[in-house]
């Protein structure tokens, strides 16, 4: 992405509707639940935020102390996934910046739960989706994985009866 510029986009997303069109006069695309998604990401080739990406994927990379051993495969989502790229995002400004596209979470991850007026809400309307993100968590081990789905399945029942 940083050379070619584009859409990276995870494997584990369906698309319903070309992109193509979020693209036009942007120059960086972003989509938002709580957090920053970084399973979908559009930018313009040399965009500055992958320098401060690439920047700080080595400063936090580092193995978590022994203690935290047992978290390594979830300490993915600090040291390079969702939670950095969402700090480095805001650090950066780049989410104010005039020539970014601010995606709603609804756009990609219309099953996810997500922010809408200070509250946290959960639509499965598909109507303004240009895609589903699956989120199969499918680099965590099977542990953690049926972990992650099983608090997965129980917050979108909470949030349905809320």
Known sequence: MNSQGGFYIDADVENFKPIDELAEGRELILSKTVIYNNAI??????????????????????????????????????????????????????????ATLMCPGSFFEPDAPRLENG????SADLSESYARHFMDVNWLSPLHRSVSQLVARVSRAFLANT
Request: aromatic share 14%.
């Open 119 to 122: 509250r946290l809400v959960r």
């Open 41 to 98: 990401i559009g930018s313009a080739p040399g965009h500055l935020l992958w320098q401060v990406v690439f920047a700080n994927l080595q400063k936090y990379s580092r193995r978590p102390p022994f203690r935290l051993l047992r978290f390594y495969e979830s300490y993915a989502a600090v040291s390079a996934g969702p939670r950095l790229f969402t700090r480095l995002v805001e650090e950066s400004g780049f989410d104010h910046a005039p």
